[in-house]
Protein backbone atom coordinates (compact mmCIF):
# COMPACT_ATOMS: atom_id res chain seq x y z
CA UNK A 1 0.00 0.00 0.00
CA UNK A 2 1.52 3.14 -1.09
CA UNK A 3 2.19 5.84 2.33
CA UNK A 4 -0.18 8.72 1.89
CA UNK A 5 0.74 11.97 0.25
CA UNK A 6 1.83 14.38 3.29
CA UNK A 7 -0.36 17.47 2.85
CA UNK A 8 0.82 21.03 0.98
CA UNK A 9 1.24 23.85 2.86
CA UNK A 10 -2.46 24.64 1.44
CA UNK A 11 -4.27 22.17 2.61
CA UNK A 12 -2.63 22.24 6.24
CA UNK A 13 -4.38 25.70 6.37
CA UNK A 14 -7.49 25.12 4.56
CA UNK A 15 -7.92 21.95 6.72
CA UNK A 16 -6.81 23.96 10.26
CA UNK A 17 -9.87 26.40 8.75
CA UNK A 18 -12.27 23.95 8.35
CA UNK A 19 -11.60 22.40 12.20
CA UNK A 20 -11.46 25.44 13.94
CA UNK A 21 -14.82 27.12 11.79
CA UNK A 22 -16.39 23.83 12.80
CA UNK A 23 -15.22 24.50 16.58
CA UNK A 24 -15.75 28.39 16.43
CA UNK A 25 -19.73 27.57 15.38
CA UNK A 26 -20.28 24.85 17.50
CA UNK A 27 -19.41 26.97 21.11
CA UNK A 28 -21.09 30.03 19.61
CA UNK A 29 -24.15 27.42 19.21
CA UNK A 30 -24.18 26.47 22.34
CA UNK A 31 -23.67 29.71 23.98
CA UNK A 32 -26.49 31.31 21.82
CA UNK A 33 -23.84 33.83 20.79
CA UNK A 34 -24.58 35.29 16.92
CA UNK A 35 -22.04 34.37 14.25
CA UNK A 36 -20.23 37.58 12.92
CA UNK A 37 -21.21 38.60 10.04
CA UNK A 38 -21.13 42.33 7.46
CA UNK A 39 -25.06 43.05 7.90
CA UNK A 40 -25.65 46.50 9.32
CA UNK A 41 -26.83 45.50 12.88
CA UNK A 42 -24.63 42.51 13.66
CA UNK A 43 -23.27 42.23 16.84
CA UNK A 44 -19.32 40.79 17.31
CA UNK A 45 -18.67 38.16 19.90
CA UNK A 46 -16.40 35.87 20.14
CA UNK A 47 -16.87 33.52 23.24
CA UNK A 48 -13.84 33.13 25.48
CA UNK A 49 -14.18 29.62 24.52
CA UNK A 50 -13.26 30.00 20.65
CA UNK A 51 -10.74 32.60 21.05
CA UNK A 52 -8.11 30.33 20.22
CA UNK A 53 -10.17 29.04 17.01
CA UNK A 54 -10.51 32.30 16.27
CA UNK A 55 -7.01 33.01 15.98
CA UNK A 56 -6.03 30.00 14.29
CA UNK A 57 -8.59 30.80 11.64
CA UNK A 58 -7.21 34.16 11.30
CA UNK A 59 -3.75 33.29 11.08
CA UNK A 60 -4.41 30.13 8.76
CA UNK A 61 -6.95 32.41 6.67
CA UNK A 62 -3.97 35.14 6.46
CA UNK A 63 -1.01 32.67 5.63
CA UNK A 64 -3.48 31.24 3.22
CA UNK A 65 -4.40 34.47 1.57
CA UNK A 66 -0.53 35.75 1.02
CA UNK A 67 0.60 32.58 -0.22
CA UNK A 68 -1.99 32.44 -3.44
CA UNK A 69 -1.31 36.20 -4.23
CA UNK A 70 1.57 37.29 -6.63
CA UNK A 71 4.28 38.75 -4.32
CA UNK A 72 4.22 42.08 -6.35
CA UNK A 73 0.67 42.58 -5.78
CA UNK A 74 1.27 41.42 -2.15
CA UNK A 75 3.62 44.13 -1.48
CA UNK A 76 1.07 46.52 -2.67
CA UNK A 77 -1.71 45.10 -0.15
CA UNK A 78 0.55 45.37 2.89
CA UNK A 79 1.39 48.86 1.70
CA UNK A 80 -2.57 50.00 1.42
CA UNK A 81 -1.46 53.44 1.51
CA UNK A 82 -5.56 53.85 -0.36
CA UNK A 83 -7.04 51.87 2.22
CA UNK A 84 -6.03 55.09 4.58
CA UNK A 85 -6.63 57.34 1.64
CA UNK A 86 -9.70 55.79 1.86
CA UNK A 87 -10.90 56.09 5.33
CA UNK A 88 -9.28 59.74 5.35
CA UNK A 89 -11.53 61.11 2.54
CA UNK A 90 -14.98 59.33 4.88
CA UNK A 91 -13.36 61.02 7.80
CA UNK A 92 -12.77 64.52 6.54
CA UNK A 93 -15.62 64.99 4.27
CA UNK A 94 -18.01 63.34 7.38
CA UNK A 95 -18.98 60.93 4.77
CA UNK A 96 -20.11 58.62 7.73
CA UNK A 97 -22.62 61.16 9.34
CA UNK A 98 -24.22 61.51 5.60
CA UNK A 99 -25.20 57.81 5.61
CA UNK A 100 -28.65 57.10 7.57
CA UNK A 101 -28.74 54.37 9.51
CA UNK A 102 -30.71 50.96 7.80
CA UNK A 103 -31.39 53.64 5.02
CA UNK A 104 -29.57 54.24 1.58
CA UNK A 105 -28.15 57.56 0.43
CA UNK A 106 -27.39 57.85 -3.27
CA UNK A 107 -23.45 59.00 -4.24
CA UNK A 108 -25.31 61.92 -5.62
CA UNK A 109 -26.53 63.41 -2.20
CA UNK A 110 -22.70 62.63 -1.33
CA UNK A 111 -21.71 64.46 -3.80
CA UNK A 112 -24.27 67.20 -3.31
CA UNK A 113 -22.96 67.37 0.92
CA UNK A 114 -19.23 67.20 0.42
CA UNK A 115 -18.74 68.92 -2.98
CA UNK A 116 -16.87 66.49 -4.33
CA UNK A 117 -18.09 65.28 -7.69
CA UNK A 118 -20.36 61.94 -7.83
CA UNK A 119 -17.60 60.38 -9.97
CA UNK A 120 -15.38 61.00 -7.20
CA UNK A 121 -17.59 59.83 -4.47
CA UNK A 122 -18.37 56.39 -5.98
CA UNK A 123 -14.73 55.99 -6.68
CA UNK A 124 -13.69 56.37 -2.74
CA UNK A 125 -16.83 54.63 -1.61
CA UNK A 126 -16.53 51.52 -3.95
CA UNK A 127 -13.05 51.26 -3.06
CA UNK A 128 -14.32 51.35 0.84
CA UNK A 129 -16.85 48.51 0.10
CA UNK A 130 -13.96 46.48 -0.77
CA UNK A 131 -12.56 46.79 2.94
CA UNK A 132 -16.50 45.84 3.74
CA UNK A 133 -17.23 50.01 4.92
CA UNK A 134 -20.66 50.18 3.42
CA UNK A 135 -22.37 48.68 0.94
CA UNK A 136 -23.85 49.30 -2.37
CA UNK A 137 -27.87 47.90 -1.87
CA UNK A 138 -28.42 48.70 -5.55
CA UNK A 139 -26.00 49.82 -8.23
CA UNK A 140 -25.61 53.46 -8.15
CA UNK A 141 -26.46 53.91 -4.62
CA UNK A 142 -24.37 53.92 -2.16
CA UNK A 143 -7.74 64.79 0.58
CA UNK A 144 -6.22 68.19 -0.01
CA UNK A 145 -6.04 67.72 -3.92
CA UNK A 146 -9.76 67.15 -3.56
CA UNK A 147 -10.58 69.83 -1.76
CA UNK A 148 -8.31 72.51 -3.61
CA UNK A 149 -9.34 70.98 -7.20
CA UNK A 150 -12.69 69.47 -6.80
CA UNK A 151 -13.70 67.55 -9.92
CA UNK A 152 -10.50 68.73 -11.69
CA UNK A 153 -9.30 66.61 -14.48
CA UNK A 154 -6.10 68.17 -14.80
CA UNK A 155 -2.62 66.23 -14.12
CA UNK A 156 -1.33 69.56 -12.67
CA UNK A 157 -4.18 69.62 -10.39
CA UNK A 158 -3.42 66.59 -8.36
CA UNK A 159 -2.32 64.72 -4.77
CA UNK A 160 1.25 64.47 -6.49
CA UNK A 161 1.61 68.17 -7.67
CA UNK A 162 0.65 69.38 -4.25
CA UNK A 163 3.08 66.83 -2.58
CA UNK A 164 5.85 68.77 -4.95
CA UNK A 165 4.36 71.62 -4.42
CA UNK A 166 4.97 72.74 -7.69
CA UNK A 167 2.16 73.48 -10.69
CA UNK A 168 4.24 70.79 -12.56
CA UNK A 169 2.16 67.65 -13.82
CA UNK A 170 3.97 64.62 -13.17
CA UNK A 171 4.29 64.76 -17.42
CA UNK A 172 6.20 67.38 -17.06
CA UNK A 173 8.51 66.74 -13.71
CA UNK A 174 9.33 63.55 -16.18
CA UNK A 175 10.04 64.91 -19.59
CA UNK A 176 12.26 67.45 -17.13
CA UNK A 177 14.50 64.98 -15.24
CA UNK A 178 16.18 61.98 -17.58
CA UNK A 179 16.91 59.88 -14.12
CA UNK A 180 13.48 60.45 -13.18
CA UNK A 181 12.17 59.15 -16.47
CA UNK A 182 13.88 56.30 -16.78
CA UNK A 183 13.32 55.15 -12.87
CA UNK A 184 9.60 55.51 -14.07
CA UNK A 185 10.11 53.68 -17.45
CA UNK A 186 11.64 50.94 -15.15
CA UNK A 187 8.71 50.87 -12.76
CA UNK A 188 6.61 50.13 -16.28
CA UNK A 189 8.76 47.21 -16.72
CA UNK A 190 8.63 46.03 -13.35
CA UNK A 191 4.94 46.60 -12.96
CA UNK A 192 5.11 43.87 -16.14
CA UNK A 193 6.86 41.23 -13.93
CA UNK A 194 3.55 40.68 -11.71
CA UNK A 195 1.34 38.11 -13.20
CA UNK A 196 -1.84 40.00 -13.64
CA UNK A 197 0.40 42.48 -15.50
CA UNK A 198 2.40 39.98 -17.92
CA UNK A 199 2.97 40.95 -21.55
CA UNK A 200 2.19 37.68 -22.14
CA UNK A 201 -1.20 38.47 -22.01
CA UNK A 202 -1.15 40.93 -24.58
CA UNK A 203 1.06 38.25 -27.25
CA UNK A 204 -0.84 35.26 -26.35
CA UNK A 205 -4.40 36.71 -26.37
CA UNK A 206 -4.56 39.15 -29.82
CA UNK A 207 -3.58 37.11 -32.83
CA UNK A 208 -0.69 38.83 -34.01
CA UNK A 209 0.35 36.19 -36.27
CA UNK A 210 -2.68 36.23 -38.79
CA UNK A 211 -2.08 40.08 -39.69
CA UNK A 212 1.21 39.18 -41.94
CA UNK A 213 3.83 41.47 -42.72
CA UNK A 214 2.91 44.67 -41.17
CA UNK A 215 3.41 47.72 -38.99
CA UNK A 216 2.58 47.92 -35.33
CA UNK A 217 3.62 51.60 -33.59
CA UNK A 218 3.84 50.87 -30.16
CA UNK A 219 2.43 54.08 -29.17
CA UNK A 220 3.67 55.47 -25.57
CA UNK A 221 5.74 52.26 -25.08
CA UNK A 222 8.27 53.80 -23.31
CA UNK A 223 11.77 51.30 -23.57
CA UNK A 224 10.75 48.80 -25.59
CA UNK A 225 9.33 46.26 -23.15
CA UNK A 226 6.58 45.45 -25.44
CA UNK A 227 7.77 45.40 -28.47
CA UNK A 228 10.81 43.54 -27.48
CA UNK A 229 8.49 40.51 -26.67
CA UNK A 230 6.14 40.69 -29.22
CA UNK A 231 9.53 40.93 -31.90
CA UNK A 232 11.04 38.01 -30.18
CA UNK A 233 7.65 35.91 -31.08
CA UNK A 234 6.68 37.31 -34.76
CA UNK A 235 9.41 37.87 -37.40
CA UNK A 236 5.96 39.46 -39.20
CA UNK A 237 6.11 42.72 -37.11
CA UNK A 238 7.94 45.64 -37.50
CA UNK A 239 7.66 47.54 -34.24
CA UNK A 240 8.10 51.35 -34.01
CA UNK A 241 8.57 52.43 -30.42
CA UNK A 242 7.04 55.75 -29.90
CA UNK A 243 7.20 57.67 -26.26
CA UNK A 244 8.79 61.31 -25.10
CA UNK A 245 12.22 62.03 -25.66
CA UNK A 246 13.48 62.04 -22.34
CA UNK A 247 12.39 57.75 -22.03
CA UNK A 248 13.48 56.89 -25.87
CA UNK A 249 16.60 58.98 -25.90
CA UNK A 250 18.75 55.72 -24.77
CA UNK A 251 16.74 52.83 -25.32
CA UNK A 252 18.08 51.89 -28.48
CA UNK A 253 21.36 50.87 -26.75
CA UNK A 254 19.71 48.33 -24.21
CA UNK A 255 17.60 46.77 -27.12
CA UNK A 256 19.66 43.26 -27.76
CA UNK A 257 20.90 43.20 -31.29
CA UNK A 258 19.17 40.66 -33.13
CA UNK A 259 15.88 43.03 -32.95
CA UNK A 260 17.26 45.79 -33.98
CA UNK A 261 16.01 45.56 -37.50
CA UNK A 262 12.60 45.15 -36.21
CA UNK A 263 12.56 47.98 -33.65
CA UNK A 264 13.05 51.39 -33.75
CA UNK A 265 12.51 54.37 -31.35
CA UNK A 266 11.18 57.66 -32.27
CA UNK A 267 10.39 60.77 -29.85
CA UNK A 268 7.02 61.65 -30.56
CA UNK A 269 4.42 63.41 -28.45
CA UNK A 270 0.82 61.72 -27.72
CA UNK A 271 -1.09 64.74 -28.62
CA UNK A 272 0.69 65.48 -31.87
CA UNK A 273 -0.52 63.88 -35.07
CA UNK A 274 0.48 60.81 -35.76
CA UNK A 275 3.52 60.66 -38.20
CA UNK A 276 3.76 57.08 -38.88
CA UNK A 277 0.84 55.59 -41.10
CA UNK A 278 1.00 51.53 -39.97
CA UNK A 279 -1.60 48.62 -39.97
CA UNK A 280 -1.83 48.55 -36.14
CA UNK A 281 -1.53 50.83 -33.18
CA UNK A 282 -1.07 50.06 -29.95
CA UNK A 283 -1.87 51.93 -26.69
CA UNK A 284 -1.12 49.79 -23.94
CA UNK A 285 -1.66 51.45 -20.81
CA UNK A 286 -1.30 54.56 -21.81
CA UNK A 287 -4.86 56.00 -22.40
CA UNK A 288 -5.83 55.19 -18.21
CA UNK A 289 -3.97 58.09 -17.08
CA UNK A 290 -5.86 60.55 -18.95
CA UNK A 291 -9.15 62.02 -18.18
CA UNK A 292 -11.57 62.03 -20.99
CA UNK A 293 -10.57 65.24 -22.22
CA UNK A 294 -7.16 64.42 -22.84
CA UNK A 295 -8.31 60.98 -24.26
CA UNK A 296 -10.27 62.62 -27.01
CA UNK A 297 -7.63 64.86 -28.58
CA UNK A 298 -4.83 61.89 -28.12
CA UNK A 299 -7.27 59.65 -30.14
CA UNK A 300 -8.18 62.02 -32.50
CA UNK A 301 -4.43 63.10 -33.49
CA UNK A 302 -4.14 59.40 -34.90
CA UNK A 303 -6.80 59.60 -37.88
CA UNK A 304 -4.77 62.11 -40.08
CA UNK A 305 -2.65 58.37 -40.23
CA UNK A 306 -5.27 55.99 -40.19
CA UNK A 307 -5.84 53.53 -43.18
CA UNK A 308 -8.91 52.07 -43.85
CA UNK A 309 -9.28 49.35 -41.49
CA UNK A 310 -6.39 50.49 -39.19
CA UNK A 311 -6.34 48.32 -36.17
CA UNK A 312 -6.13 50.47 -32.70
CA UNK A 313 -4.95 47.73 -30.06
CA UNK A 314 -5.95 49.01 -26.42
CA UNK A 315 -4.71 47.05 -23.67
CA UNK A 316 -5.57 48.96 -20.62
CA UNK A 317 -8.09 48.74 -17.09
CA UNK A 318 -11.49 48.26 -17.58
CA UNK A 319 -13.82 48.38 -14.40
CA UNK A 320 -16.20 45.67 -13.51
CA UNK A 321 -19.57 45.93 -12.66
CA UNK A 322 -19.39 46.12 -8.34
CA UNK A 323 -19.35 42.37 -7.10
CA UNK A 324 -19.07 40.44 -10.43
CA UNK A 325 -15.50 39.14 -10.13
CA UNK A 326 -13.82 38.01 -7.06
CA UNK A 327 -13.67 40.46 -4.21
CA UNK A 328 -9.58 40.59 -3.84
CA UNK A 329 -9.36 41.20 -7.58
CA UNK A 330 -11.89 44.46 -7.49
CA UNK A 331 -10.15 45.90 -4.62
CA UNK A 332 -7.03 45.58 -6.49
CA UNK A 333 -8.25 47.48 -9.31
CA UNK A 334 -9.92 50.13 -7.29
CA UNK A 335 -7.21 50.81 -5.57
CA UNK A 336 -5.30 51.52 -8.72
CA UNK A 337 -8.50 53.44 -9.60
CA UNK A 338 -7.16 55.81 -6.54
CA UNK A 339 -3.70 55.71 -7.44
CA UNK A 340 -4.17 57.17 -10.73
CA UNK A 341 -6.50 59.90 -8.93
CA UNK A 342 -4.28 60.71 -6.64
CA UNK A 343 -1.32 60.77 -9.32
CA UNK A 344 -2.62 61.55 -12.77
CA UNK A 345 -6.48 62.71 -12.10
CA UNK A 346 -7.94 60.80 -14.90
CA UNK A 347 -10.62 57.60 -13.92
CA UNK A 348 -10.45 54.28 -15.01
CA UNK A 349 -13.35 53.44 -17.74
CA UNK A 350 -15.95 50.54 -18.09
CA UNK A 351 -16.24 49.05 -20.86
CA UNK A 352 -19.60 51.01 -21.67
CA UNK A 353 -17.39 54.14 -20.43
CA UNK A 354 -14.50 53.14 -23.21
CA UNK A 355 -17.58 52.82 -26.32
CA UNK A 356 -18.25 55.93 -25.53
CA UNK A 357 -15.08 57.75 -25.39
CA UNK A 358 -14.13 56.07 -28.64
CA UNK A 359 -17.75 57.42 -30.22
CA UNK A 360 -17.07 61.02 -28.63
CA UNK A 361 -13.36 61.40 -30.69
CA UNK A 362 -14.79 59.84 -34.12
CA UNK A 363 -17.91 57.94 -35.04
CA UNK A 364 -15.62 55.78 -37.36
CA UNK A 365 -13.67 54.45 -34.28
CA UNK A 366 -15.64 50.79 -34.10
CA UNK A 367 -15.17 48.54 -30.82
CA UNK A 368 -14.72 45.17 -32.10
CA UNK A 369 -14.06 43.62 -29.76
CA UNK A 370 -13.26 43.81 -25.33
CA UNK A 371 -11.47 41.17 -23.73
CA UNK A 372 -10.15 40.34 -20.74
CA UNK A 373 -7.89 37.26 -20.62
CA UNK A 374 -8.06 34.74 -17.57
CA UNK A 375 -5.54 36.05 -15.04
CA UNK A 376 -4.52 39.51 -16.43
CA UNK A 377 -5.69 43.15 -15.18
CA UNK A 378 -6.23 44.26 -18.16
CA UNK A 379 -8.77 44.28 -21.05
CA UNK A 380 -7.95 43.76 -24.41
CA UNK A 381 -9.64 46.16 -26.56
CA UNK A 382 -9.70 45.41 -30.79
CA UNK A 383 -11.03 49.01 -32.47
CA UNK A 384 -11.31 49.09 -35.69
CA UNK A 385 -11.19 52.68 -37.95
CA UNK A 386 -14.15 52.25 -40.51
CA UNK A 387 -13.94 54.59 -43.24
CA UNK A 388 -17.84 55.31 -44.44
CA UNK A 389 -18.52 56.73 -48.05
C1 LIG B 1 1.85 53.77 -17.90
S1 LIG B 1 3.15 53.96 -19.02
C2 LIG B 1 2.91 52.56 -20.08
C3 LIG B 1 4.16 52.14 -20.76
C4 LIG B 1 4.03 50.92 -21.67
N1 LIG B 1 3.10 51.15 -22.77
C5 LIG B 1 3.62 49.69 -20.89
O1 LIG B 1 2.62 49.08 -21.27
O2 LIG B 1 4.28 49.32 -19.92
C6 LIG B 1 2.65 55.35 -20.00
C7 LIG B 1 3.68 55.73 -21.04
O3 LIG B 1 3.19 56.88 -21.76
C8 LIG B 1 4.30 57.74 -21.98
N2 LIG B 1 3.82 59.12 -22.20
C9 LIG B 1 3.24 59.95 -21.30
N3 LIG B 1 2.98 61.14 -21.86
C10 LIG B 1 3.40 61.07 -23.14
C11 LIG B 1 3.38 61.98 -24.22
N4 LIG B 1 2.88 63.21 -24.10
N5 LIG B 1 3.89 61.58 -25.40
C12 LIG B 1 4.39 60.33 -25.54
N6 LIG B 1 4.42 59.41 -24.55
C13 LIG B 1 3.93 59.77 -23.36
C14 LIG B 1 5.10 57.62 -20.70
O4 LIG B 1 6.44 58.09 -20.88
C15 LIG B 1 5.01 56.12 -20.44
O5 LIG B 1 6.04 55.41 -21.07
Request: net charge negative.
Amino acid sequence: MTPPRPLSQIERLAATISESATKLHRISAEKGVPLPSFEENAVFSIPSEALDAQDAILDATAELHDLLLDPMILIREHGGHNNSACLQAIARFNIAAMVPSEGRVGFNDIARQTGLSEDMVSRFLRHAMTMRVFCEPEPGMMLDALQRWPNSSEPSETGFSMASNSSASIYEVLASDAERAARFSNAMKAFSTTSVFYITHLTDNYDWASLGKVEVVDVGGAQGHVALELAKRFENLDIPVQDIYEVVRHAENQLPGEFKNQTRFLAHDLFAPQTLSADVFIFRWVLHNWSDEHCLRILRAQIPSLKPNARIVIQDGCLPAPGTIAHWQEKYIRSDDLTMASVFNPRERTADAWRELLLAADHRFMMNSVTRPRGSALAIMEVIWKEFN
